[in-house]
């Protein structure tokens, strides 16, 4: 492996945890503004979990499985961070959150097995 191809994986990976952040933490902030730019960010964060992972598993040389924890991170953190509200009487924060955490799974999972294996013969 050469100095090159494992710069360009942590790269890869670093992008991989900071771009759905980013666009995470803009939808969460604009979610006191309403409920349109909120999904409208969040749509653009699933999408970038999808594109990423594939990215992650192609070019990154990746294991399916660490490109779908890198990109599923933030959502992840979310969820942990919502789970407080479940001793409460308003436990709908961490249900939204699980179920977008679900969500970005499914979509990171479906984008990792469009991309080839980074080993040959599996």
Partial sequence: MSALSVIRGGLI???????????????????????????????????????????????????????????????????????RTIGTDNSGAFLLWGVLLAIAVAIAYGATRLAPSPTPGK
């Avoid at 933490?25 to 999904?39: D, H, T, W």
């Fill in 13 to 83: 990976g670093i992008a991989a945890v900071v771009v759905p952040s980013a666009v995470l933490g803009a939808a969460a902030v604009y979610s006191l503004a309403g409920a349109e730019p909120f999904i409208g960010l969040l749509c653009v964060s699933l999408a970038f979990v999808g594109g990423l992972a594939w990215v992650c598993v192609r070019f990154g040389r990746f294991s399916p499985r660490v490109a779908i924890i890198l990109t599923t991170l933030p959502f992840t953190v979310f969820a942990l961070m919502t789970m």
